[in-house]
Every structure is written in structure tokens, then in C-alpha cells.
């Protein structure tokens, strides 16, 4: 099942640049593999070369990688634990301030493979910070997760429709889910109940205590927002320069969370139509109406004889909507398919997807649902999406079926219980707290950030807004927001609250 929900919280900008750069820990002779156990306590690292993985080749000379060992279960700290993969760049400058940690969202999304990536773009913070990401538990090298094999998620591709029509559609639909959740608790086992939020939150600071740093210095990506607050309300006292980029509204519980990006998607799709010159309404229903014929009859494409189906299809529209520089891709693709060939949204769904050129799925959205639906304690019945999805439509001709149906559908069945409806962002106490929001933003819109500055309390959360589009702000073309941000993480100058970048 192809998920738009939360996969949106993965920084879009990171992933792509991860392509040709990837590293896994490892020391010299394979012991600081994350699943292996490593040679430390948990109390230090042994910092060693990044190997190779995922068919990338390792990072520079200057990556380092180590696993961290902590608690399965941090309400039993001396029973079983796992692995957590680290990989760090030292300080390129005399004037340490201590480590940045990042997080690029997800929820399961590997910041082992993306923090070298994503290093050019903050290359002026290295001059002062430690560059130090991870793969949070449950993810890639930290006990990652595969729910279904790659001939299985090919097959539930192709014959899952994600806005089921009829009622053998529907069955199919809801059958895939549980069977995809059956699927994680056998790969995942123990660790199924173990992967939340709150469980990462407990693990950055564990991170935080080894690397020597009295405070965390934090810059969250999207998912990694909502991460951030959640460590903020627990940790407040060790809140140190904090950064939330593109942010999850901590205030919407699922349907909220699918109405906002409904919301987000379709403004975003408007944009992109005017861009283009056509009416955003018009162009809409157009769109729409491609959409339902292909539905009625997937298209050919160039891929091994696969077709685009209509899910696939909307995938494929999706993920160029993520960067204003992708627009001219979705107006070829979208060309291509009225023509009759569906290969270019195929490649770009491919893309959405993580399935590389031999067919391979990386492994971000298994731990993504594995993450989420332990968070999530809502789960709405196939009647409630029914009924809820005349007012998806509404919203969205485009995307608020697919949408509306996901609210149902991605934790149907669940082996285990979520958590939470919101999670607990409040942080009193802790220092000023910089909340980026982008207007244009698809995935996380714009009134998240002001939502998570309000809840993480009076004189904690400070906004800082861009007028741009795309998903997240800095490293995005804005020098009005790169500049405040730097000068807050390196100088410790907090920017005004209210402060907007055109």
C-alpha cells in the first residue's frame, strides 16, 4: 500500500541526494554492525570507517561510524538492547560549540545514508558543530524492519487499489493492510512495541550523554519536528539551539494529519497549475478525470510490463510536488500519460516508492508504519472513511479520496495498540526553540508551525516564516532564511518571533 501520510514527512531534498552517497557503520572487522552488537558499553562509542550499503558506496574519509547500544525497553534500562547506528563529521573549525544532531523525518528514514548527502548544505554549521545523525530504532542499519518481500510489495502494487470502488476492492484493500501489519510483527517481533516516538526521543538523549554535549543541539526535518518537540516536553532542561524545519502539526490526530495534507497537496497542485498557466480548478479536474480513467484502465509503460495504475499514478504526482525544481518533471510526466504512457509517473512513483532499477524496495516505509502505528492510537473504522470522504473530495478532487480511505487503512488491524491522539509537545522551562514554517509547504503545511510554537509554550517556540514552496525552508534558496538560521545555531541570536522571509 502506497502511503502519502507521514512518507510526506521525510525531507524529499535529503533523500534525493542520498542517491550516489550512502554509509552503514562498521568497524574494520564488521563488530560494529547495529544488529551484531558492539564493542562498546553503551557509555562510549568506538568511532570506525562507514562501510558501504545499500549498493552505495561509503562516505568520505571524514564520516565516522559507531553503533550505540540502548535499552529495547527504557522502562527496564538494564534488560535487553539493540543497536542504534551513528555516523558523525567532526567540526571543520577551531571554535567547537559541541555536536548537531539531525533528524530528516520519515518516521523511518535513515540519517546514516542522508546526513553526508545533506552535509554541503550545512557546511557552514560544520565549521562549528560535530555533523551527527542516526538511524533511529527500527530503522535501516538500528533493527530496521521488512514487513514483505519485493515481489510481495510489486504485487500489492499492482492489484491494491487505493480508493477502492467497490466492495471486492475495498475487501482486498483492508486484507492487504492487516496482512502488511502480520507481516512487521513477524519480522519485527519484540521490537514492535518498542519503535515510538517517545522510545527515539529517550534514545537522542542517550546520544546526547555520549557525545559529551550538557545540552542537545538539534535541527529536525519535518517528522523529525514532532521528534523534536517530543524530546523538548520530556527533556526540557537539556533543550540546547534547536531547530524545527517543515512542521507536523502536533495538534492533529489522524483524520487531522490527512485533512492537512490534503490541504497541503492540493495548494500545492495549484501552485504548480498557475505556474504552468492554467486554472487551478480546471486543471484539478482535469487531473482528476486522467486519474479515473486511468482507474478504469492502467497504462502501459516501459517498465518490464508493468502498468501505472491509478494509485501508482497519484504517487507519481505527488513527489515533484515536494520541490518547486521537480514542476517541469510532473508537467512531462503528466503529458506522457494523457498521451497514453504511464512510464514517466511510474519512474517517479519508483522514485516515491524506493524501488530502485532491479526492483529492489528500501525499507523506509515499512519502518515508517511500524514507527507511526505505534504512535497512533486512533483507528478509524472502513465506515468512518466513508463516511469522511465527501469532505476529502471537497478538498480535494485530486487527493482526498486516496487520502480520506488512508485514514483507515494504513493501521487496519495493527498487531499492537498505539500510544497517542496528539503527542506532548508543552516544554516549559526550555531554552528558545526555532520553528520554521513554509508557506508553499505540501507536506507539512504552514499552520503546523505556528501550532507546535504554541504548544511548546510562552517564550519557548519562536517562528520563523518563509513565503516559498516546496517542503521545508532552509538550504531551500533563501538567504533571509538560512542567514537567521545560522545565526542562531552558531551565534545564539534568536530571531524575532513573527519574523517572515519573502
Request: charged share 25%.
Amino acid at each position: 500500500m502506497t502511503r502519502i501520510t507521514r512518507w510526506a514527512a521525510l525531507t524529499v531534498a535529503a533523500a534525493l541526494l542520498t542517491a550516489g552517497c550512502s554509509g552503514g557503520p562498521s568497524g574494520d572487522d564488521g563488530e560494529n554492525d547495529g544488529r551484531s552488537g558492539s564493542r562498546n558499553d553503551g557509555t562510549a562509542l568506538d568511532w570506525g570507517r562507514c562501510k558501504a550499503s545499500g549498493g552505495a558506496p561509503a562516505p568520505g574519509g571524514d564520516w565516522q561510524c559507531a553503533t550505540l547500544r540502548v535499552p529495547l525497553d527504557w522502562s527496564e534500562p538494564d534488560g535487553a538492547t539493540i543497536g542504534l547506528a551513528l555516523i558523525r563529521a567532526k567540526a571543520t573549525g577551531d571554535d567547537r560549540l559541541g555536536s548537531l544532531l539531525f533528524n530528516f523525518g520519515g518516521p523511518g528514514g535513515s540519517g546514516v545514508s542522508m546526513m553526508p548527502s545533506y552535509a554541503g548544505t550545512v557546511a557552514e554549521l560544520r565549521e562549528r558543530y560535530d555533523l551527527v545523525s542516526w538511524d533511529p530504532r527500527g530503522v535501516a542499519a538500528s533493527e530496521g524492519v521488512r514487513c514483505r518481500s519485493d515481489r510481495e510489495i510489486q504485487a500489492a502494487e499492482s492489484s491494491v487499489d487505493g480508493t477502492p470502488d467497490t466492495p471486492a476492492e475495498e475487501r482486498t484493500y483492508f486484507e492487504d493492510a492487516a496482512d502488511f501489519g502480520k507481516g512487521c510483527q513477524k519480522a519485527a517481533g519484540k521490537l514492535m512495541a518498542h519503535v515510538s516516538t517517545t522510545d527515539t526521543a529517550r534514545d537522542m538523549d542517550r546520544i546526547r550523554q555520549v557525545l559529551g554535549d550538557d545540552r542537545l543541539h538539534y535541527f529536525g526535518i519535518s517528522y523529525g519536528t514532532e521528534l523534536g518537540g517530543v524530546y523538548a516536553h520530556l527533556f526540557p532542561e537539556k533543550v540546547g539551539r534547536m531547530t524545527l524545519d517543515a512542521v507536523v502539526d502536533p495538534s492533529a490526530d489522524t483524520v487531522g494529519h490527512a485533512k492537512n495534507q490534503t490541504r497541503g497537496f492540493q495548494l500545492a497542485l495549484d501552485n504548480y497549475l498557475k505556474s504552468t498557466g492554467r486554472d487551478p480548478e480546471q486543471g484539478s479536474r482535469e487531473i482528476a478525470d486522467l486519474l479515473e480513467r486511468i482507474d478504469a484502465e492502467p497504462l502501459p509503460t516501459s517498465s518490464s510490463g508493468r502498468k501505472l495504475t491509478q494509485t501508482l499514478a497519484l504517487t507519481g504526482i505527488v513527489l515533484p510536488l515536494y520541490s518547486q525544481a521537480s514542476w517541469p518533471a510532473l508537467t512531462s510526466a503528466l503529458r506522457a500519460a494523457e498521451e497514453g504512457d504511464g512510464s514517466k509517473l511510474l519512474a517517479l512513483a519508483d522514485g516515491y516508492n524506493d524501488r530502485d532499477a532491479s526492483g529492489r524496495y528500501g525499507t523506509t516505509t515499512h519502518s515508517q508504519r511500524v514507527i507511526s502505528c505505534l504512535d497512533d492510537k486512533q483507528r478509524p473504522t472502513a465506515a468512518q472513511a466513508r463516511k469522511l470522504l465527501p469532505e476529502f473530495e471537497e478538498i480535494s478532487p485530486v487527493f482526498g479520496a486516496f487520502l480520506g480511505w488512508d485514514t483507515a487503512g494504513w493501521c487496519h488491524d495493527w498487531p499492537v495498540p498505539g500510544q497517542h491522539d496528539t503527542p506532548e509537545v508543552s516544554a516549559p522551562g526550555a531554552a528558545p526553540i526555532l520553528v520554521i514554517g513554509n508557506t508553499g509547504d505540501p507536506a507539512t503545511p504552514y499552520e503546523g508551525a505556528r501550532r507546535m510554537a504554541d504548544e511548546l509554550g510562552e517564550d519557548v517556540g519562536v517562528v520563523l516564516t518563509w513565503k516559498g514552496e516546496g517542503h521545508g525552508a532552509y538550504g531551500s534558496g533563501s538567504d533571509c532564511v538560512d542567514s537567521a538560521v545560522n545565526a542562531y545555531l552558531l551565534d545564539g541570536t534568536v530571531p524575532e518571533d513573527g519574523k517572515v522571509c519573502s
